[in-house]
């Protein structure tokens, strides 16, 4: 089995972002499946290209695209994507969409292949935070999401795909007062333990578990 695993570059006022960092400290291998390790931009379409090409090349069975959530106190896989690109702030090429379609001809939402309610109980069995997130937001993180789920509807059925995103690392909140952080090796071990339930999973239905949310 074969996994490509994306960690976005540094964007907004960071110099570091902790999806990169931690997917390059990834293992070579999970449970048996080769892990194949990509740096993507953090920047509409591109992005998208930039993982087109790779998923092309590797024909891999699953894609796990990794984004910053800062705010966020845990390891959040997501549950869904949208069809809108809704910049709070411009991209690394300075492009900032307003309320814009990602794909006219693409569903209003896609839900994720990936077993989300698995890879939440083995992040906690790892000792760490986890919760299930029903919007990965609307900036560059949700677009890759949804435009692998729309490149898996038109070129890849057979492809598995989602997202989790993850806290800032302690270095970034020194100046974010109150902002909750992860170390590094802790993002790392979470990581390690989604995409191992993942491998666990393969061929299987998500497991039946309390994770839902009133608001
Ligand atoms: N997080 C941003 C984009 C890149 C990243 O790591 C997001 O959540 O959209």
């Known amino acids: ?7 976005f570059d540094p964007f907004g006022s ?11 400290r990834l293992p070579a291998t ?12 953090t920047v509409f379409n591109k992005s998208a290209q930039v993982v087109h090409q790779a998923i092309v090349k590797e024909q891999p069975d699953y894609v796990l695209n990794v984004g910053q959530a800062g705010g966020r106190s845990a390891l959040t896989p997501e549950r869904v994507a949208i069809n809108i690109n ?11 969409p307003l309320d814009e379609p990602i794909q006219p001809d693409g569903d209003t939402a ?28 609307t900036y560059v993180c949700n677009h890759i999401f949804y435009q692998v789920q729309y490149m898996r509807t038109k070129e890849f059925p057979k492809l598995k ?17 109150n902002q909750p952080s992860m170390a590094l090796a802790d993002i790392v071990k979470g990581l390690t333990a989604a995409i191992g339930a993942i491998v666990e999973r393969d061929g299987q239905s998500d497991i039946k578990a309390v994770e839902g949310q009133n608001h």
């Open 86 to 96: 809704d910049g709070r702030i411009p991209d690394n090429d300075g492009y900032q």
């Open 14 to 24: 960071d110099k570091i972002n902790p999806a990169i960092e931690a997917v390059k």
């Open 110 to 137: 896609y839900f994720t292949q990936l077993p989300i309610k698995a890879m939440a109980k083995a992040i906690r069995a790892a000792g760490l935070p986890a919760i299930v997130s029903n919007t990965a937001g």
């Open 30 to 41: 999970i449970k048996g499946a080769k892990i194949i390790k990509l740096e993507i931009p």
């Open 161 to 177: 795909a989602g997202f989790i995103h993850i806290p800032f690392l302690p270095e970034q909140v020194i100046t974010r007062p």
């Open 1 to 7: 089995m074969k996994i490509l695993v994306t960690g």
